[in-house]
């Protein structure tokens, strides 16, 4: 049995180094943070004995991951597309860089969960009416919100993905409790939304988007992403003959909001996006980055 196991491709377009100084134009990123794009191949196909729960051979956590990996594919398009819609009104090169590095990670992100997505499918867990259902809700954000909302929208998606990266799977011990064969597809994702956390930010940032659309749009996906990722959830632990493992429920609970309350613990970060002066690199995470990337990432991260 072979493990999942990252291929690089050799084509990493990458900007080296960590101690930039600071942008003035788009913002506080640090000048030389371009996102590297890495392009591994994860073969989940030849791994066929990874256990169903492979976190913490438990329902709930592993079923949440599931569902945010099925809502992976069509969100991160309308994140490529909400900031390609700007990408020639930019003029700042090293954002020019920053978004080229954002579209590449992002894609790359989405054909991985798409293989990880079908492997689960293949498994019985039913992402792909997930997938739809995500697909067909962002669509309606096509239709009806304006670009500059659209971008917003990412921009506060971005805070949580990164949020969730950083104070969530990297600070923590969940990557060590998952299978790892499985656990490598989510550190390389983890670290690459800590290192394009700003992208979308500074894009709305350099055409002058307002501060309560950006304000207003996080308020809504802040209800939106919870409730989205709960019905999911209950539907495949029902899917799964799991809806009455309290167990389960209330170890993720606890996980989750007591001890040691993961995203009771994010809050304070998550609250600062409501300052007039937030920017995503107010908190440097490039230390927790790079001890991950050296973990999980080796020689290709
Ligand atoms: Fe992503
Ligand atoms: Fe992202």
Redesign the pocket.
């Given at each position: 049995m072979n493990a999942v196991v990252p291929v690089r491709s050799g084509k990493a377009k990458a900007r080296k180094g960590l101690n930039g100084s600071l942008r003035t134009l788009a913002g506080k990123s640090p000048k030389d943070m371009i996102p590297k794009v890495r392009r591994p191949q994860f073969a989940f196909s030849e791994a066929q004995d990874i256990p169903r729960y492979w976190w913490d051979n438990d329902p709930v956590k592993t079923l949440l991951l599931a569902a945010m990996s099925a809502s992976?594919p069509p969100g991160?398009r309308f994140?490529i597309d909400s900031v390609r819609h700007y990408q020639d009104q930019i003029t700042d090169p090293e954002l020019k860089k920053a978004i080229k590095g954002f579209i590449g990670?992002?894609a790359h992100?989405?054909r991985e969960h798409e293989l990880m997505n079908g492997f689960l499918q293949e498994r019985g867990v039913d992402l792909a009416r997930l997938e739809q259902e995500i697909l067909g809700f962002m669509n309606l954000l096509r239709k009806h919100l304006s670009p500059e909302r659209q971008l917003a929208h990412t921009v506060a998606v971005e805070h949580f993905?990164a949020l969730m990266a950083e104070e969530f799977l990297l600070k923590y011990d969940a990557l060590e409790q998952m299978d790892p064969r499985i656990a490598p597809v989510w550190a390389w994702?983890a670290i690459?939304?800590s290192e394009h956390k700003a992208v979308a930010f500074d894009v709305y940032k350099a055409i002058g988007g307002s501060e309560f659309t950006r304000v207003t749009e996080m308020m809504i996906v802040s209800v939106l992403f919870p409730v989205f990722s709960a019905v999911h959830l209950v539907q495949l632990m029902k899917e799964d003959g799991q809806l009455g493992n309290m167990k389960s429920w209330l170890g993720a609970v606890n996980y989750m909001w007591g001890r040691p309350g993961v995203f009771r613990k994010l809050l304070p970060s998550y609250f600062k996006f409501y300052s007039p002066n937030f920017h995503p690199w107010d908190h440097d995470a490039r230390g927790l980055v790079e001890k991950a990337k050296k973990k999980w990432l080796g020689d290709w991260g």
């Open positions: 992976f991160e994140f990670q992002e992100h989405s993905t994702h690459e939304e």
